[in-house]
């Protein structure tokens, strides 16, 4: 299974509220989308519009605007997610399909819940703010900046075993093997 569908770099322009979950009983991993005020959420979305100069893998296009959704705790606030996100500059966004934002579509998720938002600094180093510095440094080993992301997007599809963290490669094979 790809780990996601398309992979960008690009800002974040805006943030809008997204719905608010409830889920009978409070805890679950899905729930019933409300309207972003609801009292009594087990969670909330946000929606962030960014838009594309840097497409590394999938149909994405320069110049895109996209909406990438983020889930939050229920006490999120809309305007300092807007402050944060627009603070980070370049980032690049590892987009996927997420069943928490099936109501709408045209929502891109984010891998690892948002965790894997990696800032591309002046020189094309990445960080990744939302990481400890370990499991960062962990993560970055093979494409500590953008150039090398290119390069890996470039190859053939190869087939990962990780070890439970997803952090460290345990066995690799070509995907058509």
């Excluded at 069943?99 to 938002?117: C, H, I, R, W």
């Amino acid at each position: 299974m790809a780990l996601t569908t398309a992979v960008a770099t690009g800002r974040f322009q805006s943030v809008r509220p997204g719905k608010a979950f409830t889920v009978p009983g409070g805890d679950g991993s899905s729930g019933q989308g409300l309207a972003f005020d609801t009292e009594g959420a087990v969670w909330k979305t946000v929606e962030a519009r960014f838009t594309v100069d840097h497409v590394v893998s999938g149909d994405l296009a320069v110049g895109e605007t996209i909406t990438v959704g983020l889930a939050f705790d229920p006490d999120v606030d809309s305007s300092g997610v807007e402050e944060d996100l627009r603070g980070l500059g370049r980032a690049v966004v590892f987009l996927e399909k997420s069943p928490v934002f099936a109501y709408d579509p045209s929502v891109y998720g984010t891998a690892e819940s948002g965790s894997l938002l990696a800032v591309v600094a002046e020189d094309g180093k990445l960080s990744l703010p939302a990481r400890a510095p370990d499991d960062a440094a962990v993560l970055l080993k093979r494409t500590p900046d953008l150039a090398s992301l290119d390069a890996a997007a470039a190859k053939p599809a190869r087939i990962l075993v990780t070890d439970p963290t997803g952090c460290q490669v345990i066995d690799e094979a070509a995907a058509n093997a």
